[in-house]
């Protein structure tokens, strides 16, 4: 018969774990010679001993797999066995592991009793006790375990499906709440990241371009957690995994980095890396795809999205390049307007999606300088009145061009332009706007444009030193610009010095 296969043809799956509860050593040893040989399920046994309820209650709330208890009823006391079964049941809530009651006092303890009371699944007096009359009741008893165990794997497995759906949805609702392709992506990582419970590094990674050898250079980072990507460098054995999910278009998993591949529509693809994963089972990789396919369809759309941005700010920065080259000024002057504006406008508390707006208007700021006469534009020394009143057009002519727009980055562009010469006592143009009446998008750019423009050298001036910038617009903090974010530049130096040294002239 299958449980009487010699011990050394047994598997190498784990052993049931049977609990030996007696006071006295004898039945110990017996009991274990007697089982030397059991296998069920090409598996053998493992005993644990105990030689009182208080030792066995102590193995038991230690250990959580034992299938079995084989229980003495008179021990330390006349009940000690009946009182641990109780405290199994009722105090650990354990209704899986099948309890035997043996006793030698059949009287102390009656069967119909014992079994209605306490939640014992067998009752067997130590005479009657054989060697096959326990091998038949120690099988009985581990094929219920065996049987009620896996219902129970099956029903844990279904809530956590049903939990997992509840991610799914609730995750997917986060993430399309973001406004943004790097927003987005963060949400998207975070969201995976708790969906399989993990706590590693992990990056989302945007393959920018497709060609028959992938590079680095055709990897973008859009959001990581844990240092698995410093600065967006992407170590070789990462890179490898990279392109090879990508050359073989399929996810996969090598030592413990999951590389999961989802394409586009558009032939392009996406790649999320996960440290520290052991597997991913069946279950996991189900929940992962449907994650995947809802938030698939936004994905697409934002990547659509930041294409039409991406473009339209590309000619921002043309235009506002072509304006700087006729006035004789360096093109990396509207970069740095739009990082310190960017910079200003998050120290100054807006929010980071209107922050990004004002990055991307920026640029846009002198536009209307594309209809001023060269005569005036590059004239070297001072400007006469007549040209200067010329010269004052150029805010007036930027937001014509640019007014009437259904687009959030031209209308910030258009009301850049028309205000970002106002002072903030009233003296400036072309309105004479003052104090706070005037946009907090054109206050900022301002103070941007009036620490850029006297920190480089222009047709009509040299650059000035460093202290004398700084100097300078603390002077006309509250005349010409606003106070509070000529503050927030002059405690943020360090960051505005960065930004020069990143876009130099």
Known sequence: MA?????????????????????????????????????????SLFFLHAYSGAEAREILAREK??????????????TAGLETARWLRQEQGNRFTRIVLRTGQPGQAPEEEVIVEYDINDYKEKTELDRKKLFTT??????????????????LAQLRYQVGLEKVISASTRVFESRNLREFANGLLQQVVALLRLDEQSILVRVKGVSAIPTENQM?????????????????????????????????????????YFSSKGGK???????????????????????????????????????????????????GNLVESRSQEMGNHVKRI???????????????????????????HDIGKIATPDSVLLKPGELTEEEWEVMKQHPVVGHK??????????????IICHEHHERFDGSGYPRGLVGKSIHAYARIVAVADVFDALSHQRVYKPAWAEGDVIEYVKKVAGSHLDPEIVDLLLTRLDTAKAIRERFPD
Not at 21 to 31: A, G, L, N, S
Not at 409 to 414: S, V
């Open 65 to 78: 797999d034992i299938a079995l208890v084989l229980l003495d009823v008179v021990m330390e006391s006349e």
């Open 269 to 319: 693809a996406t790649l999320l890396v996960l440290k520290g994963v052991t597997k991913i089972d069946q279950l996991d990789s189900q929940l992962l795809d449907i994650f995947s396919s809802s938030v698939g369809i936004a994905f697409e759309n934002l990547l659509l999205n930041q294409e039409i941005v991406d473009t339209q700010s590309e000619l921002i920065n043309r235009l």
């Open 138 to 155: 120690l099988f009985a008893a581990l094929r219920a375990y065996r049987d009620i165990s896996q219902i129970e794997t099956a029903r």
């Open 401 to 414: 061009l640019l007014e009437g727009s259904n687009r959030p980055i031209l209308q910030a562009a258009a």
């Open 220 to 260: 973008e980072v859009l959001a990581s957690i844990g240092d698995i990507a410093p600065e967006d460098k992407l170590d070789p054995g990462l890179m490898s995994a990279l392109m090879e999910a990508q050359r073989r278009r399929t996810s996969i998993l090598e030592d413990d980095t999951y590389v999961g």
């Open 3 to 43: 449980f009487l296969k010699p011990s050394k043809s047994v598997s190498t799956l784990p052993p049931w774990r049977i609990l030996l509860v007696d006071d006295e050593p004898d039945i110990h040893e017996v009991t274990t010679m007697a089982l030397s040989r059991f296998v069920l399920d090409e598996r």
């Open 338 to 364: 739009a990082e310190l504006s960017h910079m200003l406008a998050l120290s100054y508390g807006l929010p980071p999606e209107e922050a990004e707006i004002i990055r991307r208007a920026a640029p846009m």
